[in-house]
Every structure is written in structure tokens, then in C-alpha cells.
């Protein structure tokens, strides 16, 4: 074997913990940065999505009490993932994910005020979707009227 040539380097990981904090702190960036209206239907998007996904398990584990406990947890997670995978998929713009902000903030590239603006139009747009779904659709899944009744207009 020739001298000049090493052997490869082995990297179980895509990124460094330094490299991956870094772009943690570019994505953040980009997030903070953001303008409001494209921000905010971005969160509503995402509180739609997880709100789907809510829905979507509770539909599921509906009437699954003659299955096993675990087995009926596992379906309703399963299909709860579905509104995570919008949130990704879409690029949509949910609260838990824009608390990695923190990172830009920490690094200087973010201010506190941007930070803050954030959080706050994501966290408000989520809540808003969240609970108009809420209100919406849990009424109408516990409602003991028949389906042509519940699906009737109000008058």
C-alpha cells in the first residue's frame, strides 16, 4: 500500500454536533427573518396540520377498547404522525421547532426582539388553528345525534 494514501475517515453521523449546530443556527436565522404574513400562515398551517392529525388519532381509537391497551395506543400515535409529516413536508412553521431559534439568538444572529416576534406570531397562529378545530369537530365526534342531524346546517 502506498504511503501518501489514508485510510477513510468512518462518520456514523451525517453531521458534527459543531456542523449541526451551526446549521441550527442558519435555519433559525432564515425563520426569525421571515415576514409576517408569510410567518403566520405558515403557523396556521402547522396548527391545522397537528390539529388533523389529532383529529385523525381520535377517530382511530374511537371503539378501540376491544383491542389490546398497547395496541390501541400504538394505532393512534401511528396516525397522529401524519400531521407531523404535513408540518415537515409543507414546511410549515410550528412552535416546538422555532424554540431552536434559541440558537441563533445565543450565537448573536438573532436579536431578542426577533426571537420574541417569532414566538409569539407562531405560538398565536398554532393556538388559533389548534382550537378552531377544536371547537368544530369534538362536538360533532361526541355528539349522540344521528349523522344527518349532526352534518345539518345551524340554523
Known amino acids: 500500500m502506498p504511503e501518501n494514501v489514508s485510510a477513510p475517515t468512518v462518520r456514523v453521523d451525517a453531521f458534527l454536533p459543531a456542523e449541526m449546530a451551526e446549521r441550527a443556527e442558519n435555519v433559525g436565522v ?7 404574513l408569510t410567518m403566520l400562515g405558515l403557523a396556521i398551517l ?9 383529529i385523525f388519532m381520535t377517530t382511530v381509537t374511537t371503539g378501540s377498547a376491544a383491542l389490546p391497551y398497547g395496541v390501541g ?11 407531523l409529516i404535513l408540518v415537515i ?4 412553521e410550528l ?8 440558537m441563533a439568538f445565543m450565537s448573536g444572529k438573532v436579536t431578542l426582539v ?11 397562529g398554532n393556538f388559533d388553528r389548534l382550537t378552531g378545530h377544536r371547537r368544530r369537530h369534538v362536538p360533532e365526534l361526541c355528539s349522540t345525534r344521528p ?8 340554523p
Open 73 to 83: 395506543r400504538l394505532l393512534g400515535g401511528l396516525v397522529f404522525c401524519l400531521g
Open 89 to 92: 413536508v409543507a414546511g410549515a
Open 46 to 54: 402547522a396548527g391545522a396540520f397537528i390539529a388533523l392529525g389529532g
Open 147 to 154: 349523522a344527518a342531524v349532526r352534518w345539518a346546517p345551524m
Open 30 to 36: 432564515t425563520k426569525a427573518n421571515l415576514d409576517f
Open 114 to 124: 426577533k426571537l420574541l416576534r417569532n414566538w409569539v406570531i407562531v405560538y398565536l
Open 95 to 102: 412552535f416546538t421547532g422555532n424554540t431552536l431559534i434559541v
